[in-house]
């Protein structure tokens, strides 16, 4: 049974960064696309950033384009999301997704795995 785990929330303030951290278990990591996915407080889930199994091929929302940063370590089985310029509209819980496939699809659906989210606070 595959975990995800996502660690790296907390409270920043606008223009500050943030690194979450999502450790993956139970299956072959580097036989999995892995994606952030994120929900703000009356939203819809939104796409965040994906990452292909080799990492060869990033993805990103174009809301957040310039700022953030997906990588993973498949020696770790850690998938990261490095946040940069961070604005008040950032906030949200963030859910770390893996798929046994290439890459995630950016809509969420037919995802295999998702982790219970952390919280990401951008103060104004």
């Known amino acids: 049974q595959v975990q995800l785990v996502e660690s790296g929330g907390g409270l920043v303030q606008a223009g500050g960064s943030l690194r979450l951290s999502c450790t993956f278990s139970g299956r072959t990591f580097s036989r999995h696309a892995m994606g952030w996915f994120r929900q703000a407080p009356g939203k819809e889930r939104e796409f965040v950033a994906r990452?292909?199994?080799?990492?060869?091929?990033?993805d990103y929302a174009d809301s957040v384009k310039g700022r953030f940063t997906i990588s993973r370590d498949n020696a770790k089985n850690t998938v990261y999301l490095q946040m940069n310029s961070l604005k008040p509209e950032d906030t949200a819980i963030y859910y770390c997704?893996?798929?046994?496939?290439?890459?995630?699809?950016?809509?969420?659906?037919?995802?295999?795995?998702w982790g219970k989210g952390t919280l990401v606070t951008v103060s104004s």
């Open positions: 990452i292909s199994w080799s990492a060869s091929a990033t």
């Open positions: 997704a893996a798929d046994h496939s290439i890459l995630i699809r950016t809509t969420g659906s037919g995802i295999d795995y």
